[in-house]
């Protein structure tokens, strides 16, 4: 065994096989008698020159927008990045700097940035004809739902459009209220739903400043394996659902929402067995069950298409957006025909909810998911990728947890694992660093201490293996 010497500081023993990887990069690793010395990590090659960048300045850019918009804005690293140009799971900034995306894969693009065929499909439509959704026919738009609707399990066959995850999810609860003739929703404590008023009633963030009070909402224990006081005991959680029906309600609800695994909430996958037992209560009381994909859908979670069949049920409304748009503003709400017709009684429209230029854009984003077997590729890389993390997990303290399914994972970092203290301010140097280092990785979690790596589909083997070695660079010199 040969040990292993990241610049003169942290020694320890290094397998076969990991040393092989690191000695396959030339210039990152070198031999030197018993060890292996490494370097600094470099980004996997990738032919691609993204044209010159002409316009203004960071620094005038952020002066602007601190001055034209809105002060509630934040954003990530203390100099924000100015990126002006992505190719798949790159981005560049102005000077023409590479980075790997390990987490726009959700704000925006599923399949990639700029993805040729979405592209073409978006020019090739607003060429011919972009129009509001209502009024005439299109067949970008019904093309769209029907191969939407083939992707949906059992009676899920209305699509509704929306242009964000937000109005999914009001016209969901807003559905829901009306189909059962019920104000109370069940959400869960740490979820995210959306920013407008039943979203963010339903939001139960209060650390974030995310939540706003709405009568009729109600927050259930979250079923976190990590933090939650019954560990992995979903039957547990769900217990704690049905008492809120019977004590918090009439007997009876609209509609329960949540994640398949908790996106803005720090990646936390529901507890197993909660939703089946939680999904059979609401049935119960007369409630339906909303899954909110915008996240976790559309192949992320890489064993399934949607996140809800990693816990095998069924629910009554799907939301979606974000990603199914790579990056085109689109939603969806997809539902049952019996329950889809309580919006006649109301003449619901959206004037720009799929509107042709965005739904050509989803379909394109469906085929291209299809044909480049991306869901696979989310199984494959991101199996491989949890892997090496868990084993980074053994060798730095501060990895308290590492979580998630497909690319769409979770590393919480903690200052004392016992007591699971979470390492705000850590978690800010690493990232900063990671950055420096041409990773941009994204954070959340009640706490602010989770790593979120939710990449574009098409990460490979090479970007999993740098934003590792990195992140082991990283804390390796904390
Ligand atoms: N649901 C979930 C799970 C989300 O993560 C988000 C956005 N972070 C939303 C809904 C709201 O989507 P949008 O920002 O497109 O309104």
Same mark, same amino acid.
């Given at each position: 065994?040969?040990?292993?010497?990241?610049?003169?500081?942290?020694?320890?023993?290094?397998?076969?096989?990991?040393?092989?990887?690191?000695?396959? =990069?030339?210039?990152?690793? =070198?031999? =030197?008698?018993?060890?292996?010395?490494?370097?600094?990590?470099?980004?996997?090659?990738?032919?691609?020159?993204?044209?010159?960048?002409?316009?203004?300045?960071?620094?005038?850019?952020?002066?602007?927008?601190?001055?034209?918009?809105?002060?509630?804005?934040?954003?990530?690293?203390?100099?924000?990045?100015?990126?002006?140009?992505?190719?798949?799971?790159?981005?560049?900034?102005?000077?023409? @700097?590479?980075?790997?995306?390990?987490?726009?894969?959700?704000?925006?693009?599923?399949?990639?940035?700029?993805? &040729?065929?979405?592209?073409?499909?978006?020019?090739?439509?607003?060429? @011919?004809?972009?129009?509001?959704?209502?009024?005439?026919?299109? &067949?970008?738009?019904?093309?769209?739902?029907?191969?939407?609707?083939?992707?949906?399990?059992?009676? +899920?066959?209305?699509?509704?459009?929306?242009?964000?995850?937000?109005?999914?999810?009001?016209?969901?609860?807003?559905?829901?209220?009306?189909?059962?003739?019920?104000?109370?929703?069940?959400?869960?404590?740490?979820?995210?739903?959306?920013?407008?008023?039943?979203?963010?009633?339903?939001?139960?963030?209060?650390?974030?400043?995310?939540?706003?009070?709405?009568?009729?909402?109600?927050?259930?224990?979250? !079923? $976190?394996?990590?933090?939650?006081?019954?560990?992995?005991?979903?039957?547990?959680?769900?217990?704690?659902?049905?008492?809120?029906?019977?004590?918090?309600?009439?007997?009876?609800?609209?509609?329960?929402?949540?994640?398949?695994?908790?996106?803005?909430?720090?990646?936390?996958?529901?507890?197993? $067995?909660?939703?089946?037992?939680?999904?059979?209560?609401?049935?119960?009381?007369?409630?339906?069950?909303?899954?909110?994909?915008?996240?976790?859908?559309?192949?992320?979670?890489?064993?399934?298409?949607?996140?809800?069949?990693?816990?095998?049920?069924?629910?009554?409304?799907?939301?979606?957006?974000?990603?199914?748009?790579?990056?085109?503003?689109?939603?969806?709400?997809?539902?049952?025909?019996?329950?889809?017709?309580?919006?006649?009684?109301?003449?619901?429209?959206?004037?720009?909810?799929?509107?042709?230029?965005?739904?050509?854009?989803?379909?394109?984003?469906?085929?291209?998911?299809?044909?480049?077997?991306?869901?696979?590729?989310?199984?494959?890389?991101?199996?491989?990728?949890?892997? @090496?993390?868990?084993?980074?997990?053994?060798?730095?303290?501060?990895?308290?947890?590492?979580?998630?399914?497909?690319?769409?994972?979770?590393?919480?970092?903690?200052? $004392?694992?016992?007591?699971?203290? &979470?390492?705000?301010?850590?978690?800010?140097?690493?990232?900063?660093?990671?950055?420096?280092?041409?990773?941009?990785?994204?954070?959340?979690?009640?706490?602010?201490?989770?790593?979120?790596?939710? &990449? !574009? +589909?098409?990460?490979?083997?090479? $970007?999993?293996?740098?934003?590792?070695?990195?992140?082991?660079?990283?804390?390796?010199?904390?």
């Amino acid at each position: 065994m040969l040990r292993i010497v990241s610049r003169g500081r942290k020694v320890q023993r290094c397998c076969w096989s990991e040393q092989r990887r690191w000695l396959s =990069q030339p210039g990152v690793a =070198q031999k =030197q008698g018993n060890d292996v010395v490494l370097g600094v990590p470099r980004l996997p090659s990738f032919d691609y020159s993204p044209p010159p960048y002409n316009g203004p300045a960071a620094d005038e850019i952020l002066m602007k927008r601190k001055k034209f918009l809105s002060p509630s804005m934040f954003y990530f690293y203390q100099k924000p990045l100015n990126l002006v140009h992505g190719k798949m799971q790159y981005l560049y900034d102005d000077k023409g @700097r590479r980075y790997l995306d390990a987490f726009g894969g959700i704000a925006t693009v599923s399949c990639g940035h700029c993805h &040729p065929e979405v592209v073409e499909a978006i020019v090739e439509q607003t060429k @011919r004809l972009q129009h509001s959704t209502i009024l005439y026919l299109n &067949p970008a738009i019904t093309d769209f739902a029907e191969a939407l609707a083939s992707r949906m399990p059992g009676d +899920l066959k209305v699509v509704f459009f929306t242009n964000s995850g937000t109005e999914a999810n009001e016209l969901a609860i807003m559905m829901a209220r009306l189909y059962t003739g019920c104000q109370d929703i069940i959400s869960l404590r740490n979820a995210y739903h959306g920013n407008a008023g039943a979203t963010m009633g339903a939001t139960a963030q209060c650390n974030w400043k995310f939540n706003v009070v709405q009568t009729g909402v109600h927050h259930a224990m979250n !079923p $976190d394996p990590y933090r939650g006081v019954f560990g992995s005991d979903g039957e547990k959680y769900a217990k704690d659902v049905e008492d809120l029906i019977q004590f918090g309600t009439s007997g009876n609800v609209a509609a329960f929402i949540s994640e398949a695994i908790q996106g803005v909430g720090g990646i936390v996958e529901l507890a197993p $067995d909660y939703l089946p037992a939680v999904y059979k209560s609401i049935k119960k009381a007369g409630g339906l069950c909303i899954a909110d994909e915008v996240q976790a859908g559309f192949s992320r979670t890489g064993s399934h298409f949607w996140g809800f069949e990693n816990h095998g049920v069924i629910p009554d409304i799907v939301t979606m957006a974000k990603g199914i748009g790579n990056g085109i503003p689109l939603g969806a709400v997809v539902t049952t025909p019996d329950i889809a017709e309580v919006l006649t009684r109301h003449n619901y429209f959206n004037t720009f909810g799929g509107n042709p230029v965005c739904t050509a854009a989803g379909h394109a984003v469906l085929r291209v998911v299809e044909r480049e077997g991306l869901q696979a590729n989310a199984h494959t890389v991101g199996s491989y990728l949890k892997h @090496r993390l868990i084993a980074l997990k053994d060798k730095h303290q501060i990895i308290g947890d590492v979580r998630g399914r497909g690319l769409m994972l979770g590393v919480e970092l903690v200052t $004392d694992r016992e007591e699971k203290t &979470p390492a705000r301010v850590e978690i800010v140097h690493v990232m900063e660093q990671m950055k420096d280092l041409g990773v941009l990785i994204g954070k959340g979690g009640l706490y602010g201490n989770v790593f979120r790596i939710t &990449p !574009p +589909l098409c990460f490979s083997k090479d $970007d999993a293996d740098f934003l590792v070695d990195v992140m082991d660079y990283v804390m390796s010199k904390m």
